[in-house]
């Protein structure tokens, strides 16, 4: 059973406004005189593989360098990951949670930034989540939102130039296969204009999805036409996660390694994120910097 967007959005989100509408009371008068307290959140998907935090940690770090003496916090978007690293005694907050938490702090002015790659159903539903507590009574007054890696024509052209230099050296014969998560969402659109946008500089760099298209299989019959004999596997999120280490590169017979070597391609894996890549991890750095311009500070 499938929910809508918008329903999605409030059973997720209704818990904490519930929450923060009892606790309201207790500083909302502090708030209507208190001066002006400036605060960050970003907010990544999520991973449940350790190894891929640190790339996590990293745009934090980054934010806060951007940012001396503005708190940033993290949250995680997906509630399945947040579910399952809470059963290893991880605790990650939801972009709700972690707005709950900031508007009972006292912080009047927020900027969020989403770490996702495309402006997909994730991203939609933190922007929406934001701006349900920037339209709240006596809380945050302004939140802004900052767009995803893949917005605007200039982004899509901006991250292929970021991304080019530092994939694998490649020579004749091999390819370059980027490896994007995939929605049903129209913006899944942003992967095939990132092709494109690629194509004009790397004919041997390819985009695949692991839940759209264009998919593996839609790649191979390619790979073949143009004599690719390997084909280096490489993560276009933001962590080199569950995604890269099972759909990407595991070894079940339905991965992108294991089609690629029945199909007669090497594969080679590589286990970076783009959060690990900084001239792809400032362009999300570009994006809150002109997140917090629109707060007007």
């Known amino acids: 059973m499938r929910f809508t967007a918008g329903r999605a959005i409030m059973r997720a989100v209704l818990p904490c406004l ?7 009371p207790a500083f909302a008068g502090e708030h209507k005189s208190a001066a002006p307290k400036h605060g960050i959140l970003l907010v990544a998907f999520g991973t449940s ?10 745009l934090k770090r980054d934010a806060e360098a951007a940012f001396p003496g503005v708190p940033v916090r993290l949250a995680y978007s997906s509630h ?10 991880i605790r990650k907050n939801s972009p709700a949670q972690a707005l709950a ?21 994730e991203y939609t539903d933190v922007k929406a989540t934001a701006e349900l ?17 893949l917005f605007l ?19 004749r014969g091999e390819a370059v296969i980027l490896m994007g998560h995939g929605t049903e969402h129209p913006a899944n659109a942003a992967y095939s204009a990132l ?27 390619q790979l073949k036409t143009g004599h690719f004999r390997t084909a280096y596997l490489v993560p276009f999120m933001s962590v080199a996660g569950d995604h890269a280490h099972n759909d ?25 994120g783009l959060g690990s890549r900084p001239t792809v991890a400032r362009l999300w750095m570009d994006h809150l910097r002109e997140a917090d311009k629109a707060l007007g500070l």
Request: glycine content about 6%.
């Open 49 to 58: 593989v350790p190894e891929a935090t640190p790339a996590i940690e990293t």
């Open 153 to 171: 024509p200039e982004d899509i052209a901006a991250a292929a130039k970021a991304i080019l230099p530092v994939l694998p050296k490649h020579a």
């Open 18 to 24: 519930l929450g923060l509408a009892l606790a309201l």
């Open 80 to 89: 399945i990951i947040r579910d399952k690293i809470e059963k290893e005694g």
């Open 133 to 149: 507590f920037a339209h709240m009574p006596k809380g945050i007054r302004h939140v802004s939102v900052g767009r995803p890696l």
């Open 248 to 272: 990407m590169a595991g070894p079940e017979k339905d991965s992108w390694a294991s089609r690629l070597s029945a199909a007669g391609i090497t594969p080679k894996p590589v286990f970076v």
């Open 195 to 221: 092709q494109l946008e690629l194509w004009k500089h790397d004919k041997s760099v390819f985009v695949c999805t692991v839940e759209s298209k264009p998919a593996i299989e839609d790649i191979i019959p």
């Open 101 to 121: 938490d900031m508007a009972a702090e006292g912080f009047t002015d927020v900027s969020v930034q989403s770490l996702q790659t495309i402006p997909g159903r």
